[in-house]
Antibody, heavy 121, light 107 residues
Framework: EVQLLESGGGLVQPGGSLRLSCAAS????????MSWVRQAPGKGLEWVSAISGTGGNIYYADSVKGRFTISRDNSKNTLYLQLNSLRAEDTAVYYCAIDKAAGASNWFDPWGQGTLVTVSS | SYVLTQPPSVSVAPGKTARITCGGN??????VHWYQQRPGQAPVLVIY???DRPSGIPERFSGSNSGNTATLTISRVEAGDEADYYC??????????FGTGTKVTVL
């Protein structure tokens, strides 16, 4: 069964940095694009960033462009999200998910259980 | 930006049918995907490509998409269907976008 396990969340001060990891298992990691999606407390889902299977194509939501960096290490079956210049509004549970595509569309399946990032002084 | 509008809440009695709408400009020209998120859990895909069900999702879940509205229909609603539901689309100009979410309450 496909497993995605996020880690690296925690409490960080505004302006600080954090690196999230997503360890993948039981599927051919390098064959799939991956995404990060976040959910602020009591709020809806917001797509954050996506990366292709090879890492050659990367996409960001406007809200994080220039502050967050997505990457992957296919030799370690691990996805990363580097969060810099953090703001209070970045406080959220961050989920990783397989980013599936066919034709002219993408969707997320499955998702990890998430890791909580809290930005506060 | 592209906005997907969902009703904040839908209430339904057990055994009845719940319909959750997702409104967007010409959404019928895009493929719509739906996710279920139970309290305290990660989202789960329940419908992709407007009306396809992933393996393990009951036939009670179905979807449709036309014009400016996509709809997720849950037939014979059960207590376990109580959750938040989100629609999502992808478009080359807007990338990946989620709807505002709908809380389904089983009475």
């Amino acid at each position: 069964e496909v497993q995605l396990l996020e880690s690296g969340g925690g409490l960080v001060q505004p302006g600080g940095s954090l690196r999230l990891s997503c360890a993948a298992s039981d599927f051919t990691f390098s064959s799939y694009a991956m995404s990060w999606v976040r959910q602020a407390p009591g709020k809806g889902l917001e797509w954050v960033s996506a990366i292709s299977g090879t890492g050659g194509n990367i996409y960001y939501a406007d809200s994080v462009k220039g502050r967050f960096t997505i990457s992957r290490d296919n030799s370690k079956n691990t996805l990363y999200l580097q969060l810099n210049s953090l703001r209070a509004e970045d406080t959220a549970v961050y989920y990783c998910a397989i980013d599936k595509a066919a034709g002219a569309s993408n969707w997320f399946d499955p998702w990890g259980q998430g890791t909580l990032v809290t930005v506060s002084s | 930006s592209y906005v997907l509008t969902q009703p904040p809440s839908v209430s339904v009695a057990p055994g009845k049918t719940a319909r959750i709408t997702c409104g967007g400009n010409n959404i019928g020209s895009k493929s719509v995907h739906w996710y279920q998120q139970r309290p305290g859990q990660a989202p789960v895909l329940v419908i992709y490509y407007d009306s396809d069900r992933p393996s393990g999702i009951p036939e009670r879940f179905s979807g449709s998409n036309s014009g400016n509205t996509a709809t997720l229909t849950i037939s014979r609603v059960e207590a376990g269907d109580e959750a938040d539901y989100y629609c999502q689309v992808w478009d080359s100009s807007i990338d990946r976008v989620f709807g505002t979410g709908t809380k389904v309450t089983v009475l």
